[in-house]
């Protein structure tokens, strides 16, 4: 396994999306406004962010 890791920041709001979107950035362990998370560089994270990619700042 890789251990490459992508940094993950919530950039907007929660409030209005589709329930399944708000449990993915939750699975994601992002909390609130602006806060990051670095995560494991894996295709199941990648396509966590991928579905709520309009909600998130991606870093490497």
């Known amino acids: ?6 940094k993950v ?3 907007k709001s929660v409030i ?3 329930q ?3 449990a993915t950035v ?4 992002l909390r609130r406004l ?3 998370v670095e995560l494991a560089d894996t ?6 962010i991928n579905k709520v990619s309009y909600l ?5």
Do not use: F, Q, Y
């Open 20 to 22: 399944s979107h708000r």
């Open 26 to 29: 939750r699975g994601l362990g």
């Open 34 to 36: 602006n806060h990051t």
């Open 9 to 11: 920041t919530l950039v």
């Open 1 to 6: 396994m890789s251990d490459k890791k992508i």
């Open 43 to 48: 295709p199941e994270v990648r396509g966590m």
């Open 16 to 18: 209005g999306t589709k």
């Open 56 to 60: 998130l700042k991606r870093e490497g």
